[in-house]
């Protein structure tokens, strides 16, 4: 018990750190253990972009790019970011170093204490601030839907009354996706005629399953690198 109060406290205490923020916020329930998996999966996909573009513009892996194409670069990949947060991040890279071509690959790095730079603990901060926004985001409108619907009283929720949150949460979403959905909300029996769940069990379990949905970073960087590569090659037609 002991231990575990110490664990907690230290955690608080240095939540300055994007580590020790992410695991109190585990921990306390606030965002699933998939948000783990996928701020890892955003530094790798950050890294695998940046490569891509060094790869495009030199003609092999350098290492390097520029600092103004890493922010182009930022811009695009981080396209739901607001422009205050961007702005953080580019100051953040400045603080990296002060030459104008940036070995990338050092920014993912880690000391001795397996801390990475300024840059890199920005993006997971930021991360996380998503990740927060939108579980509230989801609670707030699976709990608007059943007061909607006058469910307070009862409790619990079932296929119709999801389906109407879910419309709420992620409106636009295909039958595929809201299928999916369903079933982390009410379980893979959803479609029996009396399938239902207690309404903070179906907010756990769509929160959950928006997380394992929000897989969509690869497409995001591969529309990044087009248009980067439309744009190299304007410039080349410019100069020529």
């Known amino acids: ?19 020790c923020r992410l695991f109190i916020n585990m921990l306390l329930g606030d965002i699933p253990e998939e948000a783990y998996y996928q701020q890892q999966k955003v530094q790798v996909d950050l890294l695998d972009l940046f490569r891509m573009v060094d790869q495009a513009a030199n003609g092999s892996l350098t290492g390097t790019l520029p600092r103004r194409e890493i922010r182009v670069l930022l811009k695009g990949y981080l396209s739901e ?3 205050p947060e961007l702005q953080g991040l580019f100051a953040a890279l400045d603080q990296e170093g002060p030459q104008e071509i940036v070995p990338y690959r050092e920014l993912f790095l880690q000391d001795k204490d ?6 890199m603990e920005l993006v997971r901060h930021q991360h996380l601030d998503r990740c927060m926004a939108r579980q509230q985001h ?6 608007e839907a059943a007061h909607d619907r006058g469910l307070e009283a009862r409790g619990t929720m079932n296929a119709d009354d999801l389906q109407a949150a879910i419309a709420k ?3 636009g979403m295909t039958a595929k996706e809201t299928a999916k ?5 009410l379980g893979p029996n959803w479609e029996a005629a009396n399938a239902s769940a207690p309404t903070t069990s179906v907010v756990d379990g769509i929160r959950r399953g928006v997380f394992v949905a929000a897989n969509t970073s690869t497409a995001n960087q591969s529309k990044v690198v087009e248009l980067y590569l439309v744009q190299l090659s304007a410039a080349c037609s410019d100069s020529s």
């Open 138 to 143: 989801i609670t707030d409108c699976i709990l």
């Open 114 to 119: 397996l801390n990475q730079g300024p840059f």
């Open 81 to 83: 970011t607001q422009a």
């Open 169 to 171: 949460v992620m409106p």
């Open 1 to 19: 018990m002991e231990m575990a109060y110490n664990l907690t406290y230290s955690w608080h205490k240095y939540s300055r750190d994007a580590d």
């Open 181 to 185: 959905l369903m079933a982390w909300g």
